[in-house]
């Protein structure tokens, strides 16, 4: 069975930086896409960056973070990392952490599995 654990989240000001961890068991994530998401209050799920576990150069990010976030891994210790820098009051959420095969870029489809989220939140 896949699990999926995140962690890093923390309260942090407008401008500062956070750093998230997912560390996945279970499986052999060679052939796998692993992303993050991030539902806010009263919103639906969001898009924030993802990364191909084989291809780690291969990335992709939401609009809304491209050049303050980077998506990492570490193979050797199966974990993906979230690097976020400059942080706004809007990118106060919750970050969940996804893994799948046929995984539509840039999207949440073809993700099968779900890490619990970690809250992130940023002051103004």
């Known amino acids: 069975q896949v699990q999926l654990v995140e962690s890093g989240g923390g309260l942090v000001q407008a401008g500062g930086s956070l750093r998230l961890s997912c560390a996945a068991s279970?499986?052999?994530?060679?052939?796998?896409?692993m992303g993050w998401f991030r539902q806010a209050p009263g919103k639906e799920r969001e898009f924030v960056a993802d990364?191909?576990?084989?291809?780690?150069?291969?990335?992709s990010y939401a609009d809304s973070v491209k050049g303050r976030f980077t998506i990492s891994r570490d193979s050797a210790k199966n974990t993906v990392f979230l690097q976020m820098n400059s942080l706004k009051p809007e990118d106060t959420a919750v970050y969940y952490c996804a893994l799948g095969r046929t995984v539509v870029r840039g999207t949440s489809g073809g993700y099968n599995y779900w890490g619990q989220g970690t809250q992130v939140t940023v002051s103004s």
């Open positions: 279970g499986r052999t994530l060679i052939n796998y896409v």
């Open positions: 990364i191909s576990w084989l291809f780690s150069s291969s990335t």
